[in-house]
């Protein structure tokens, strides 16, 4: 179904006037011309209605497992980021012929029915940690056009790659642990539900801008069993740092304050369902060799691996060694040879997180934590 389009695709902010139109300009809220915007076939329109309620805009980012839309709740009149389940070994659409998939016959059919059965399973789950201040809120879950949908929160903000690139392609050690130190505490939390992110990456770590400082110190690794002495814990008073989350970014001559957030969960999976799981486009560099290999034992330790290697990125400004590349000879150089400053015991575990086999890693996020920051 679709609508007259009221909005701006790229920033879902209401048009006004002739905005929207061939020719009569920029929007006014974003600075882009609405009218440029030209969907690949396979993307659903701009203008289109999803449930009655939420109306689509542009395509946020997409991958091998499914298309992220901006969107407006036409409900709560608040914008959303909407996730399709969109598997593309397993489907096809070309827009123009309607909004439903057209799923390939088959074994794939089979695959494609039990990953959207997943996909929604894992949905209700992540939906339950709505009180979970890093990880992106689930708002809402259907079905329709014979795929599945994930309504999220819209995060606005920067990525932690435009964030390397505003530093000048390095963030300094004393300034990016203590931004993604909440981070620890709610990938713990993920694991606890059994779910495991697989595609940590600087692509789907946001730094969320306007946040109110006072949430930066909530999430904490004591809420997941990690000791009380946290320096994320909120209770011992730290009134002398800088909130966990937070960052005075004199670079750019202005403070950037904002939390960290963990986006994109469009591969996550529960940790028993991996010996089937479908394949994802990796991210290479960022992922460990078990997401090469079928059957290849993914657990907490995966997502050590990923959240290793972006900070890997963000201290040195440059993408690990594609993990197969690693297997015979290991050609990854820590950041202390590339000129980063950085403290021995914290480059260790650093390195460790790194490690080529699954068994040689930090086995949890809690371990990994305490060895960065102890």
């Not at 007259?4 to 974003?30: D, R």
């Not at 439903?100 to 339950?128: C, D």
């Not at 606005?156 to 300094?172: M, Q």
């Not at 306007?210 to 008073?237: H, I, K, V, W």
């Amino acid at each position: 179904m679709t609508m007259n389009t009221l909005f701006c695709p790229y920033c879902m902010k209401p048009v006004i006037g002739s905005e929207g139109t061939a020719g009569s300009g920029c929007c006014s809220a974003c600075g882009r011309d609405p009218a440029a915007y030209v969907p690949s076939s396979h993307h659903l329109s701009p203008g289109t209605l999803l449930r009655d309620r939420y109306l689509l805009g542009c395509v946020l980012g997409e991958g091998g497992y499914g298309i992220t839309y901006i969107g407006y709740d036409s409900l709560l009149q608040n914008r959303v980021a909407v996730k399709e389940y969109f598997p593309v070994e397993l489907c096809t659409r070309d827009s123009i012929g309607g909004n439903s998939v057209n799923i390939l016959s088959g074994i794939p059919a089979k695959n494609y029915a039990r990953g959207m059965h997943k996909y929604l399973t894992e949905a209700r789950l992540l939906a339950k940690m709505e009180k979970q201040r890093v990880i992106v809120n689930v708002r809402d879950y259907f079905e329709d056009n014979r795929t599945a949908y994930i309504v999220m929160e819209y995060i606005e903000g920067i990525t932690f790659t435009e964030l390397v690139h505003n530093y000048g392609g390095r963030i300094p050690e004393q300034e990016l642990f203590p931004i993604v130190e909440p981070l620890f505490g709610a990938l713990c939390s993920l694991h606890q539900y059994g779910l495991i992110h697989r595609d940590m990456c600087p692509d789907n770590l946001m730094l969320e801008k306007n946040t109110d400082s006072s949430d930066c110190r909530t999430q904490c690794p004591a809420m997941c069993g990690m000791p009380a002495s946290s320096p994320l814990n909120e209770e011992q008073g730290h009134e002398d740092r800088e909130p966990a989350g937070c960052i005075a970014d004199q670079r750019n001559k202005e403070i950037c304050r904002g939390r960290v957030r963990l986006l994109d969960f469009g591969s996550a999976r529960s940790s028993d369902s991996l010996k089937d799981t479908l394949t994802i486009t990796l991210r290479h560099g960022f992922a460990p060799i078990e997401q090469y290999q079928q059957g290849g034992g993914q657990g907490p330790w995966t997502d050590v691996y990923a959240l290793c290697a972006t900070l890997y990125f963000c201290l040195t400004g440059i993408t690990p060694v594609v993990a197969t590349n690693r297997i015979i000879e290991d050609a990854l150089v820590p950041p202390s040879q590339l000129g980063v400053e950085i403290s021995p015991a914290r480059e260790n575990a650093l390195m460790r997180g790194l490690r080529v086999q699954p068994h040689r890693r930090c086995r949890s996020i809690r371990d990994l934590w305490s060895a960065l920051y102890r």
